[in-house]
T-cell receptor, first 111, second 117 residues
Framework: GDSVTQMEGPVTLSEEAFLTINCTYT??????LFWYVQYPGEGLQLLLK?????DKGSNKGFEATYRKETTSFHLEKGSVQVSDSAVYFC??????????FGSGTQLTVLP | SAVISQKPSRDICQRGTSLTIQCQVD?????MFWYRQQPGQSLTLIAT?????????ESGFVIDKFPISRPNLTFSTLTVSNMSPEDSSIYLC??????????????FGEGSRLTVL
């Protein structure tokens, strides 16, 4: 079945550092790929998505590119802020019932 | 965007008891989903709550353990029955982002954190 493997956390960075959170997947077919974020005390929110190979999703300075050849969807941000501290989930699927989540990566950004 | 409210936000329960979690959405939606997030693990879909019909349960989840109600298009409840410590989790309600769509784009509630002693 489909699966998502995420970089284990927690990840601690200083403000303005470069962020990469690795995500690789195993899937049949060509699912859509997502990054969700959960800020402290809040529900999960969709951060960005990509629906086909070589698509780049971007939002709030975060980017991720759908790489079919490496089955990856790594999340990057050039300069993190304290407000980016959250748990980040990689997910894949074509519908809500087919959505598979990674285990989440806790990010803490220090001032 | 949809605003999803869940109650309770957290609770501590005794083994063998049952707890009902409520999910209220500020707009009418066809599908509502219930997820479980066990400590240190990813989210797992429990069931899809359908208005006017029985919920659709995923493999490993049964109606006797997780009965679901969906009385209208804005409200659903999930009951965790005969709880054991293994049921300690965060339970999340979610709805599709687009009206009439069924993709991986979801809105989530804040979750209900249950601890079973």
């Amino acid at each position: 079945g489909d699966s998502v493997t995420q970089m284990e956390g927690p990840v601690t960075l200083s403000e303005e550092a470069f962020l990469t959170i690795n995500c690789t997947y195993t899937a049949t077919g060509y699912p859509s790929l997502f990054w969700y974020v959960q800020y402290p005390g809040e529900g999960l929110q969709l951060l960005l998505k990509a629906t086909k190979a070589d698509d780049k999703g971007s939002n709030k300075g975060f980017e991720a590119t759908y790489r079919k050849e490496t089955t990856s969807f790594h999340l990057e941000k050039g300069s993190v802020q304290v407000s980016d501290s959250a748990v980040y989930f990689c997910a894949l699927g074509g519908s809500a019932r087919q959505l598979t989540f990674g285990s989440g990566t806790q990010l803490t950004v220090l001032p | 965007s949809a605003v999803i409210s869940q109650k309770p936000s957290r609770d501590i329960c005794q083994r063998g008891t049952s707890l009902t979690i409520q999910c209220q959405v500020d707009s009418q939606v066809t599908m509502m989903f219930w997820y479980r997030q066990q400590p240190g693990q990813s989210l797992t879909l429990i069931a899809t709550a359908n208005q006017g019909s029985e919920a659709t349960y995923e493999s490993g989840f049964v109606i006797d353990k997780f009965p679901i109600s969906r009385p209208n298009l804005t409200f659903s409840t999930l009951t965790v029955s005969n709880m054991s410590p293994e049921d300690s989790s965060i339970y999340l309600c979610s709805v599709p982002r687009g009206q009439g769509t069924n993709t991986g784009e979801l809105f989530f509630g804040e979750g209900s954190r249950l601890t079973v002693l």
